[in-house]
């Protein structure tokens, strides 16, 4: 018999920690945003993202990309640091230790109220050792120049680090479609690195994502 | 945003008209319904939801207890949020938990268990509740009720 008082406990029953409308909070004096254990928040306007990429890409030609990259495996390295010290808080138990279900719809929650737009998993790929991921409404694809390849660098740069951090091993993030080539949305795949060095030249060569998938699954 | 502070950003512009202050007044005489419902409901929390654990578990028997337990402690948060927002006559208040239900759902296929669980938790209250409460309350309950059901 499933006994409701204990599910009554704080830890239990703890709710949406990332809810858009208690994680964010401003102080109109101050100028100052902050998310509801007091760490600041910044906000970024459109025209910095625009700048970074056309500033960057001035000083530094073809290198911006990896420039960016390495922005977002720092910004996802602490990103998830953060993420997990406050899930842990909240539901008192060690993200490791956290049910699936209440990890991946607080890491969503968590991108909405950080403005990151939507994301979700597919798990077909996940028993092959890969993680597919989706994102939709990115910021960095709506700012980016228009390329002829996938342009969230940041995103995979953050989601690389984040899986890393989540797994304990060193994983690479790449980009498979993009919503600035008008994709439905922005999908990535995460992996050891060795197992996605030929996705690269396959993104490249504009291939479609289902087909490379395949081919990661099938080496 | 809570449509009383609609009143108050103009407060040093203009004097409320006649309906906002009826409106006001309507709220303001509701109050002490309305807080008796929240301490009823705060207060019977446990005996409000073991019969719609009960019930769920009689009528899914052949579904798995973590199914039925992430369904309840998601009836706890709606709960607890639809007594406030009825508290505070803030229908807005619910954006957050309403979406975090749909994601819930959309993530673990759980239509039919939450449809069933806040069925059973809007029977609990109608049957405790008298009936003007209940009435002050369900448009707080209904949303939910309703986002399950057209998925489902």
């Known amino acids: 018999m499933i006994s409701v008082a204990d599910l009554l406990t704080p830890k239990v029953a703890a ?12 102080d109109a004096e101050l100028g100052l945003l902050e998310n509801r254990s007091g760490s600041r928040l910044i906000a970024i306007p459109d025209t910095l993202i625009k700048a970074l990429y056309a500033g960057l890409e001035q000083e530094t030609g073809l290198a911006a990309r990896l420039v960016l990259i390495n922005c977002g495996r720092w910004w996802g390295k602490n990103f ?11 539901y008192g138990v060690p993200l490791a230790s956290l049910p699936m279900v209440d990890f991946l719809q607080s890491l969503q929650q968590c991108w909405v109220s950080h403005g990151w737009g939507q994301i979700d998993f597919d798990p077909s790929y996940a028993e092959r050792g890969l993680f597919l991921v ?33 797994t304990g091993k060193s994983l690479d993030c790449l980009q498979l479609t993009c919503e600035s080539l008008g994709a439905d949305c922005n999908r990535f795949v995460v992996g050891l690195e060795e197992r996605l060095e030929p996705v690269e030249a396959r993104v490249e060569a504009q291939e479609d994502w289902e087909a490379i998938m395949q081919s990661l699954v099938e080496r | 945003m809570h449509p009383l502070s ?53 009528a899914l028997a052949g579904a798995s207890v973590t199914a039925i337990e992430q369904s309840l402690k998601l009836g706890i948060a709606v709960l607890r949020t639809s007594a406030m927002a009825m508290l505070t006559n803030d229908i807005s208040s619910l954006d ?24 059973l938790i809007r029977q609990q209250l109608e049957q405790r509740l008298e009936a003007a409460h209940f009435k002050l309350l369900l448009p707080f309950i209904e949303p939910f009720q309703e986002l399950s059901a057209n998925a489902a």
């Open chain 1, 15 to 26: 709710g949406n920690y990332f809810a858009t409308n208690t994680y964010v909070r401003s």
């Open chain 1, 80 to 90: 998830y640091q953060r993420f997990s010290e406050e899930l842990t808080g909240h």
């Open chain 1, 134 to 166: 989706k994102t939709w409404n990115s910021p960095f694809a709506a700012q980016a120049p228009q390329m002829d390849r996938p342009v969230c660098f940041m995103d995979a740069g953050i989601l690389s680090a984040f899986f890393s951090g989540l």
């Open chain 2, 6 to 58: 609609d009143f108050f950003r103009e407060s040093d512009k203009r004097y409320l008209a006649q309906a906002e202050l009826k409106l006001l007044g309507r709220y303001t005489l509701s109050l002490p319904h309305r807080l008796a419902i929240y301490r009823q409901i705060r207060d019977q929390e446990l005996v409000l939801l073991q019969p719609v654990a009960d019930g769920m578990e009689t």
């Open chain 2, 96 to 119: 957050d938990t309403l979406r975090w239900v749909r994601q819930s759902q959309e993530n673990n296929d759980s239509q039919k268990t939450n449809e069933l669980c806040f069925k």
